[in-house]
């Protein structure tokens, strides 16, 4: 029950980082708590499985940075682990003329941020490598491809197991703490001056604690006396599945050039490992952090949310955009107008209502989406003992790998490890 090093959370940056710090660091002992009974239990076994590439992102950003340097790691690594994946290509596709010049500006991005093999292809090209899509020109990423991510994560488990590391599950962390007295005394007074409880009252002794708890970051940062913000506001995503009898008419996956107006991506076509097809998603508030499903709801997630003015700010500079996903959200036939932009032939009888994940969207009290990685710590005796990864927004599973090497540098840095 003694640890130097604590990592609350077992999806994949927590597992990630819990690895990476254990291969560097042989001789410490690291513990991964999760408050689930299985790991890459919440966003990171909900996500659409895509290896991103890198296109979108800010230059010089830490997202475009750790995604361009986690996908080409995520590759290598399932490539030693003999884990399946496809590298099966993804087009962001222009339907409309005044979407050429973003489509444009956005190969430039890419190319700023060295993403490999780009370029540009008219609608005779998209046909060629997407028969049933249409569209005026489109952006070839050929290196995006698709992996199941709870086998990824499951094996950074295993990795970090044979390691010597201990994962302890159904641990709920409620209360962080420093010990009042302990039986392992050093010279230097407590070897492990920190007290990690859950739920049922167990407890865990440590010298340091890395959090990477997604949809519930800020709470944690909370417990543990540091800032509560950025805030996580839960938006759910709804896929739509093309029936098996359809799937043909997807090879990879098909995207929309992004609005820079609108928060979130956009309807596109996701191919899965399993041959399925995912159409989606769209962005909903959730009224429970947790929760999958449409009346799936939490009065305390609620209020939280709804009380909070990053939210009305962020809702009242985006209403017509959000009532249309409202909309979409309710009504089929509206979801499946998006996907007839590139795919005319899709018909509301060639879909499915499929699964839904929830994303955690952080936002800061003006109402900013919160678009890079926040790493943070606090002051007095436990804050300075604490590594919050307070932000890891899509493309995170892309770039775990990359996100764990930061994290092991920042915990080596902080706590002279």
């Known amino acids: 029950s003694t640890f130097d090093v604590a990592v609350v959370g077992a999806?994949?940056?927590?597992?990630?980082?819990?690895?990476?710090?254990?291969?560097?660091?042989?001789?410490?002992?690291?513990?991964?708590?999760?408050k689930e009974q299985e790991l890459a239990h919440h966003q990171s076994g909900h996500?659409?499985?895509?290896?991103?590439?890198?296109?979108?992102?800010?230059?010089?950003?830490?997202?475009?940075?750790?995604?361009?340097?986690?996908a080409a790691l995520c590759y290598e690594y399932c490539d030693r682990k003999g884990i399946p994946y496809k590298r099966c290509g993804k087009l962001i596709v222009a339907v409309e003329h005044d979407e050429i010049p973003r489509l444009k500006a956005l190969y430039e991005r890419g190319l700023q941020n060295n993403v490999r093999g780009l370029k540009l292809i008219g609608a005779k090209e998209i046909q060629e490598k997407e028969p049933f899509c249409r569209g005026l020109m489109a952006l070839d990423s050929?290196?995006?491809?698709?992996?199941?991510?709870k086998q990824v994560a499951q094996s950074y488990a295993e990795d970090f197991q044979e390691a010597g590391g201990t994962i302890l599950t159904d641990f709920e962390v409620t209360n962080m703490e420093m010990a009042k007295e302990s039986s392992s005394e050093s010279e230097d007074g407590l070897k492990y001056p920190v007290v990690v409880r859950n739920s049922k009252g167990e407890e865990i002794y440590c010298r340091h604690i890395v959090t990477c708890a997604g949809l519930y970051s800020d709470r944690l940062?909370?417990?543990?006396?540091?800032?509560?913000?950025p805030r996580i506001v839960p938006f759910r995503g709804d896929y739509l599945v093309l029936k098996p009898e359809k799937c043909y008419m997807v090879k990879g996956n098909i995207y929309p050039v992004p609005n820079p107006r609108f928060p979130f991506l956009g309807f596109h076509f996701t191919p899965r490992m399993d041959g399925s097809v995912w159409l989606g998603p769209n962005a909903v508030l959730a009224f429970k952090r947790e929760g999958y499903k449409l009346f799936d709801f939490s009065a305390g997630d609620f209020f939280d949310a709804v009380l909070y003015s990053g939210l009305w700010k962020l809702v009242l500079r985006n209403l017509s955009y959000g009532l249309s996903e409202v909309y979409r959200a309710c009504f089929l036939s509206a979801q499946v107008k998006e996907l007839q932009k590139f795919i005319p032939e899709v018909t509301i009888n060639d879909v499915l209502r499929g699964p839904s994940g929830v994303r955690a969207q952080a936002l800061d009290s003006n109402g900013n989406l919160v678009d890079d990685f926040v790493f943070d710590g606090g002051s007095g005796d436990i804050g300075s003992r604490i590594l919050h990864v307070r932000?890891?927004?899509?493309?995170?599973?892309?770039?775990?790998?990359?996100?764990?090497?930061?994290i092991a540098d920042e915990v080596k840095q902080r706590f002279e490890l």
């Open 47 to 70: 996500n659409s499985g895509v290896i991103h590439s890198g296109i979108y992102y800010t230059p010089g950003s830490l997202k475009a940075k750790l995604c361009v340097e986690g």
């Open 391 to 406: 932000n890891a927004p899509s493309p995170a599973a892309t770039s775990s790998l990359a996100i764990a090497k930061m």
């Open 11 to 34: 999806g994949l940056v927590g597992l990630a980082s819990a690895r990476e710090l254990v291969q560097r660091h042989p001789s410490l002992a690291f513990a991964v708590l999760e």
């Open 221 to 229: 940062s909370e417990i543990s006396g540091c800032s509560p913000e």
């Open 142 to 149: 050929p290196y995006t491809g698709i992996v199941n991510y």
